[in-house]
C-alpha cells in the first residue's frame, strides 16, 4: 500500500438546495464564478493527480463537462445520494489503495494550493487523516464558531460548540475501517470520531483565504476573495 496520496476524491454529487433557484436546472459543480465552474475551480488544485468525481444529481452535465478531461473519472451514484463517506467507499476501486485527497467543490481558494500543504505535512506513519483549518475569522462565509481545536501536537479534537478551527473542505485521510461500517451511506464524521478516538487524526493550518459558496451570496463574495487576490 502507498504511503502518499497520489488520487483525489472530489465530492460533486449533492443536491444544493441550498443555492435555491440557480441548481433548478444546473448542478452546484457547474454553477459559474469570476467566469469558471466551482468544479473547475476545484480541480485547478488537482494538479498531477488522478482525480475522481462523484455525481448524482443531474450528473450527465457533470460528465459531459469533463468528458474530454484527462485523468478524470466518474464515481456514479445512482440511486442515491452516499454522503461523504458512503461516496468515498463507493469510489475506493477507482481510486487505489492508501490514502488519498478529498476536496469539496463548493468553495475557491487563495494562497497556497490547500492540496500542497497537506502533502507536505502527512506523516502516515502517526496519521490516519490531516484535515485542512482555518480560524473563522480568516475566511468567508463559513457560519459557526468552528469545527476543531488543534492541539500543540497538531492533534485535532472536536470543538463541541466551543471557539474554534473551521475544517475547509479539504484532506488527505487513510479510509481504515471504512469497509465495516454498516450503513450505506454515511458521514466521514464516523470515521473522524474513531481517529480523534485513537490519536491518529490531525489539523494543518491553510494561511490563505477561503470562500464557501454554498448560497448564492456565496458567489459575489467568492469574486471578491478572487479579485483581491490578483
Partial sequence: MRNQ????????????????????????????????????????????LRSVVNVHYLGDQIAKHLENRANTALSWERDYILETGGGLR???PLLGDGPVFTLNTDA???????????????????MDALLLLAPPSQITGFAGSG??????????????????L????????????????????FSLNILWDQMIAEGRAF?????????????????????????ADV
Fill in 5 to 48: 496520496p497520489d488520487a483525489v476524491m472530489l465530492f460533486a454529487a449533492g443536491f444544493g438546495t441550498r443555492m435555491g433557484h440557480l441548481t433548478a436546472a444546473m448542478p452546484k459543480p457547474l454553477i459559474p464564478v469570476a467566469g469558471k465552474t466551482l468544479l473547475d475551480h476545484a480541480l485547478d488544485q488537482t494538479a498531477g
Fill in 166 to 185: 473551521a475544517y475547509l473542505g479539504a484532506q488527505i485521510i487513510l479510509p481504515r475501517g471504512i469497509e465495516s461500517i454498516a450503513q450505506k451511506a
Fill in 203 to 227: 489539523g494543518v493550518m491553510h494561511p490563505g483565504g477561503w470562500c464557501d459558496v454554498g448560497r448564492p451570496a456565496g458567489i459575489t463574495q467568492a469574486e471578491s476573495l478572487l479579485a
Fill in 108 to 126: 475557491v481558494w487563495t494562497g497556497p494550493n490547500p492540496l500542497k500543504t497537506l502533502r507536505n505535512n502527512w506523516y502516515g506513519v502517526r
Fill in 147 to 164: 469545527d476543531f481545536i488543534l492541539a500543540p501536537d497538531g492533534r485535532i479534537a472536536r470543538a463541541n460548540g466551543a471557539p474554534g
Fill in 90 to 92: 463507493a469510489a475506493l
